[in-house]
Structure formats: C-alpha cells, structure tokens
C-alpha cells in the first residue's frame, strides 16, 4: 500500500491526531476544550492550535483562552517552530503548554494575561470510530477534498484540578468537560452550532452544527447532530438520510427539529451575549466568531412509532456559535 494512503487511513480512522504534518498553506487545525466547574461559577474554553496561513501574521501556532462568564477572549500567538505535535498519538505542546485527551497544562505569560495550572480528564468517550464512518462526519471523512473536518473526543467527563488565571485560582474539581476539533483550510462560510453536556440527567451531552458545504462547484446544506445519553449515540446527519423539519434562527432562539425514520428530535435554543473569537480563514486566523457558553437548549428525543418521549432535559452553560448569512441556514 502506498505510504501516503496507508497514513491517510490511519489518521482518518484517529480524528483526535494531528492531521498537518506535511501540509503547506491553507491548513489550519485546532482542538476545543470546554471546561465548566462544579458550582458551574467558572466556564471556560481553552483552544490550542496552528494555522499554516501565509496571511496576515504568517504560520503560527496560538492558545485561545476563553472566559465565558466574564466574556474576554485572548488569543495567545507562538512562533511555528514552538509547537510539537506526536505522529501516534493526541499529544500537543505549544511552548511550554500540553494538551492530550486526558490533560491540560497551561503555563501562559502574556502582557494581558496569565494562566497556570493542570486539568486532568476521566471517563469520556467520542463519537464511534468504524472503517465505513470514522467518527462524526461519517463517510464525508473519506472526501479528501472538504474544506472543513470535524471530530468529537469526548462528549462529556469527569474534570480534577485547578487553573489560576489573572492571580485567582479556579477550582474545576467535580466539573464537567467536553472536548472536540476542527481541521481543514477553512471554517464555513455559515454554520450554526450548538452544545451542552449540562442536563438534569447525568451523562447526556448533545452537539448539533448545520452549515454551508462546498461540494465540487456548488454547495449544499450539511448537519450533523449526536445526542449521546449514557453510551446510546442518537445521530442524525445528511449522510445518515435525517432530514431538517424546521430551522427558525432569531436574535435570540434557536427552533430546530430534525428527524429520521426512528427518531424526532426537537431542540429549543435561546443565544445570549456573545464574545469575539478567531476562527481560519484560507488567508489568516482572522475570522470573527461571536461564542458564548451561557446559552440553554431545551431537548426532546422521541419515538416516531408511537410517540413515546425517550429523552426531554434542559441544557445548561450551551456553547452556541452562529455566523455568516444565516437565512441560507433557513431556506
């Protein structure tokens, strides 16, 4: 087999791996973690990653650390040559910062902010990994020609220790986490995305994102959804046949239900305050991605067959994302 296609093959079926090493310009790829403490008093995103974009302020790599109780955002740049990334395993370092499946490490002077301290990660599990569907974007994963790939590494675990930010010390003992990823040349032009592992039932977590897919010269409307619930993964997705009942994006909700042949799901989302994030371009990491992780979506998964309610929560502390022109979302 050549090497190239049998590395292809192993990365595909490894989401959680770096997928850059040998690309050249535009290729971008980064990793999300959410972490939201005990009390549910300290929500934050920390996101590492490398943007190979000539652009701008060249090749880099960066730690974006995202307060979303006090809305700041900073984004911390690192030459190219500090950043290391493990060919067989999720294993990262970004100057003197690591990050794997299983740990955060954070040693991060800046002029405006400094963040210390280690994060250790127990009992997540990801989107299934099989040859036909390599995790969350399903076959699409085989496409070497997406703008855009996406991952879930963990949809909901267990977080210990603690992070100082700015001189204070913030415990995320007993707090839970979700991690997931994106790599490719650039986000999509316009997308929706929406998250919790928050609910009122322990070890449910959903992540639901629409967008608008380049596809050869045209372009088509692409979602992927999971509502995992205590080891079941309930997805509905373009390439499994689910189709969008309803999308209704206003200022401030989210009404989306979708449904396949088994299931319905109905999902009520309310937005709320917004902070500036820097998402990929194919020119630079200098598109503007208003984020928050206050928002709630209210879930109900049912059975088509006979009606029956199989899940019905709210979700709390909802990472919620929406850019570009959204009425394409909607048609």
């Known amino acids: 087999m050549n090497r190239n296609l049998f590395q ?3 990365l595909n ?13 535009p290729f971008f790829e980064g990793w999300y973690f959410k972490l939201i ?24 790599a960066f730690v974006q650390v995202f307060d979303g109780i006090c809305g700041e955002a900073h984004y911390i740049v690192y030459p190219l040559s500090e950043f290391w990334a493990a060919n067989d395993a999720f294993s990262l370092k970004i100057g003197p910062n690591c990050f794997t499946r299983d740990t955060i490490s954070l040693d991060i002077t800046d002029e405006l902010l400094t963040a210390r301290g280690e994060l250790h ?9 099989t040859l036909t569907a390599p995790g969350i974007m399903g076959w699409y994963a085989w496409v070497p020609f997406m703008e855009c790939y996406h991952g879930v590494l963990s949809f909901d675990h267990h977080i210990e220790g603690s992070l100082t930010v700015k001189g204070v010390t913030h415990d995320f003992t007993g707090g839970r986490g979700y991690i997931e990823k994106d790599w490719g040349q650039a986000f999509p032009s316009t997308w929706l995305w929406q998250q919790s592992n928050h609910f009122h039932e322990a070890h449910v977590s959903l992540s ?6 380049p596809w050869l ?5 692409g979602f992927i959804v999971g509502l995992w619930r205590d080891g079941t993964l309930y997805r509905f997705a373009t390439y499994t046949g689910a189709l969008t009942e309803k999308l209704e994006i206003g200022s401030n909700h989210v009404h989306w239900v979708l449904s396949d042949r088994l299931y319905r799901l109905e999902m009520h989302a309310q937005r709320a305050q917004a902070t500036e994030l820097r998402g990929p371009t194919i020119e630079d990491m200098d598109r503007r991605v208003p984020e928050t ?11 088509r067959a006979n009606g029956g309610v199989i899940f019905k929560g709210l979700g709390r502390n909802a990472g919620m994302e929406a850019v570009g022109d959204l009425d394409r979302l909607m048609q």
Not at 121 to 129: K, L, N, S, V
Not at 217 to 221: A, C, G, L, V, Y
């Open 37 to 60: 403490d005990a009390t549910e008093q300290q929500r934050h995103a920390i996101i590492p990653g490398v943007s190979l974009a000539n652009k701008g302020i060249g090749p880099h």
């Open 13 to 25: 079926l490894h989401p959680e791996r770096y997928h850059g090493h040998g690309k050249r310009s």
């Open 8 to 10: 292809r093959l192993v």
């Open 293 to 303: 992780l206050t928002g709630t979506v209210a879930v109900q998964l049912t059975a």
């Open 217 to 221: 010269r045209s372009t088509f409307r």
């Open 208 to 213: 639901a994102s629409i967008a608008i897919i």
């Open 121 to 129: 990660f127990t009992g997540g599990a990801g989107w299934p990994i």
